[in-house]
């Protein structure tokens, strides 16, 4: 199973930073090669890097924005939800609904 969902997500998916330029896509509505610049810039990387996966892996590492494999101490789930959204400074409803019905003032 690990190794068809790191096949599926895959083109860059999580083990690079493909998830995060296809967010910037639908949630600001950017073209790609903007989508990937700003990426790049948040990320402090060069464009052509956010398709490394070992690059990437260090990065998301680094700013615990999580991976697909699981491992003790990485980020997961919510919480590198709520990372990538203050890396990429944008919002994300689900984290918007999690502070309203938990009371955070995150």
Known sequence: MAVTH???AGMGGMRAAGDLVARMQ?????RIGD??????EKLGVSPLE?????VMNEVRDDL????VRD????AKGIESKFRIAEVLGIEIN???RFRE???LKV
């Open 6 to 8: 790191a096949i599926a």
């Open 26 to 30: 639908m949630s600001r509505g950017m």
């Open 35 to 40: 989508a990937k610049a700003y990426v790049a």
């Open 50 to 54: 956010l398709s490394d996966p070992v």
């Open 64 to 67: 615990r924005l999580g991976m």
């Open 71 to 74: 491992l003790p101490g990485m």
């Open 94 to 96: 689900c984290l918007q």
């Open 101 to 103: 019905r938990s009371g």
